[in-house]
């Protein structure tokens, strides 16, 4: 079964600076979907940012980027320009073509401070 | 407006009581999810459902039902039989049942269930 899982249970950034979320994945498929939700305290799940697994090219969405390693089964998501509204948790998540119900399996969640 | 409504937004029931919680689109998408988050977790997958008529248990669906009579409702009763049922529930649907292509899972606002 896959498994995704984010180290980081808090960062702190300083608004206008970068901070970058890290997230790692278990799964011996070689196709697959990698998403980044942003949760913030309304606690709507709102996409970041998504990437296909067979393209090489890191996704890129205005000041969000990834950083896609898939040989290190890494998928990290950086921050750029942080703004107060980037604060909230944020899931990376994960999805097989061929999953069951096509089914995201989800990180336990980085929770992102702004500070002023 | 497009989207996906949870109501309502708090519920809380005494404990031994079954409650139903509301999910629909009109979105027009043929895949809906229910998912439970716990403080400081991620999403874990109750059941979902793919097309009228037919839903398949996730993950954690003990103590749980659904039914799928409609394409743009898809209603969860948390049972008695739910050992802790207290958490937060997110509803989410998908554009097409097919595996292949990044698409996303848009979510509702949740509904935030307390049992005492």
């Known amino acids: 079964a896959q498994t995704v899982t984010q180290s980081q249970p808090e960062m702190s950034v300083q608004e206008a600076e970068t901070v970058t979320l890290s997230c790692t994945y278990d799964?011996?498929?070689?196709?697959?979907?990698l998403f980044w939700y942003k949760q913030p305290p309304s606690r709507q799940m709102i996409l970041v940012i998504r990437?296909?697994?067979?393209?090489?090219q890191n996704a890129t969405e205005n000041r969000f980027s990834v950083n896609f390693q898939k040989a290190a089964k890494s998928f990290s998501l950086k921050i750029s320009d942080s703004q107060l509204g980037d604060a909230a948790m944020y899931f990376c998540?994960?999805?097989?073509?061929?999953?069951?119900?096509?089914?995201?399996?989800f990180g336990g969640g980085t929770r992102v401070l702004v500070k002023p | 407006d497009g989207g996906i409504t949870q109501s309502p937004k708090y519920l809380f029931r005494k404990e031994g009581q079954n409650v139903t919680l509301s999910c629909e689109q009109n979105?027009?998408?043929?895949?809906m999810y229910w998912y439970r988050q716990d403080p400081g977790q991620g999403l874990r997958l109750i059941y979902y459902?793919?097309?009228?008529?037919?839903?398949q248990k996730g993950d954690i669906a003990e103590g749980y039902s659904v039914s799928r009579e409609k394409k743009e409702s898809f209603p969860l009763t948390v049972t008695s039989a739910q050992k802790n049922p207290t958490a937060f529930y997110l509803c989410?649907?998908?554009?097409?049942?097919?595996?292949?292509?990044?698409?996303?899972?848009?979510f509702g606002p949740g509904t935030r269930l307390t049992v005492t």
């Open positions: 989410a649907s998908k554009s097409g049942t097919g595996g292949i292509g990044p698409y996303e899972q848009y």
């Open positions: 799964t011996s498929e070689s196709d697959y979907y």
């Open positions: 990437q296909e697994a067979y393209k090489q």
């Open positions: 998540a994960y999805r097989s073509p061929g999953a069951a119900g096509n089914k995201l399996t």
């Open positions: 979105l027009n998408h043929d895949a």
């Open positions: 459902s793919q097309i009228v008529n037919d839903f």
